[in-house]
């Protein structure tokens, strides 16, 4: 099931962003698999995919610090396939595989 993501790199020192195509496994670790459906720009992420500010904690990293959608499929019982989920907050973006994407993977907490 590949899918497009807006992934940032270092490359050589250089902050590089660019789509490519990716499969749910190589996404950051989660219970929850979310299909995106709509995520925000901001200024935050502008400075993430520009390498203008030091955003992004680790490389390679899909941009995005928010992302509204519905739960693909989900090992936590707290959700279920079709639920809609709004996932913004610890480190999503930064840390963690971001909403830049088709799919997210997320902790259910």
Request: net charge neutral.
């Amino acid at each position: 099931m590949a899918f497009t993501a807006c992934r940032v790199f270092d490359e050589s020192g250089k902050v590089a962003a660019r789509l490519v195509e990716m499969e749910p496994g190589d996404l950051s670790p989660g219970s929850v698999l979310v299909r995106v459906q709509w995520s925000g720009v901001n200024f935050k992420d502008a400075l993430a995919v520009t390498g203008r500010g030091k955003i992004l904690k680790r490389f390679p990293l899909n941009a995005g610090i928010d992302a509204a959608g519905t739960v693909e499929s989900s090992e936590d019982p707290r959700f279920r396939p079709g639920d809609p989920v709004l996932v913004s907050g610890m480190g999503l973006g930064e840390s963690h595989d971001g909403g830049f994407a088709r799919l997210l993977r997320m902790p259910g907490d």
